[in-house]
């Protein structure tokens, strides 16, 4: 399984930013896939996550602001940002993990994509 995530960069405060995901090599049957980020000095924490029938959850820090989605037939993971805060800035990686169940922990997620790097800033 691989994940290829894209879409970071720079943005001014209060601005926004859509990152994406792409899997291979698994369907997106019964497979749960989410947001995690990390900054400098801090834990990965998760942003938000998605079961393969839409349902969502969102880190309290987050709700409101950030909207994650999925196209199961295309096999991508998406996130739009908005309203984007300094707090946000971190590195944000796309996680997969099978079944059904959303979980709020990075230990609990089997497949992860590449970091990407976005930076909140004016």
């Known amino acids: 399984v691989q994940l290829q995530a894209s879409g970071g960069g720079l943005v001014q405060p209060g601005g926004s930013l859509r990152l994406s995901c792409a899997v291979s090599?698994?369907?997106?049957?019964?497979?749960?896939m989410a947001w995690f980020r990390q900054a400098p000095g801090k834990q990965r924490e998760l942003v938000a996550a998605?079961?393969?029938?839409?349902?969502?959850d969102y880190a309290a820090s987050v709700e409101g602001r950030f909207t994650i989605s999925r196209d199961n037939a295309k096999n991508t993971l998406s996130l739009l940002a908005n309203t984007l805060k300094p707090e946000d800035t971190a590195v944000y990686y796309c996680?997969?993990?099978?079944?059904?169940?959303?979980?709020?922990?990075?230990?609990?997620?089997?497949?992860w994509g590449q970091g990407t790097q976005v930076t909140v800033s004016s």
């Open positions: 996680a997969g993990r099978s079944g059904s169940r959303i979980a709020y922990y990075p230990r609990s997620y089997d497949d």
């Open positions: 090599g698994r369907s997106s049957s019964h497979y749960v």
């Open positions: 998605v079961t393969s029938g839409g349902l969502t």
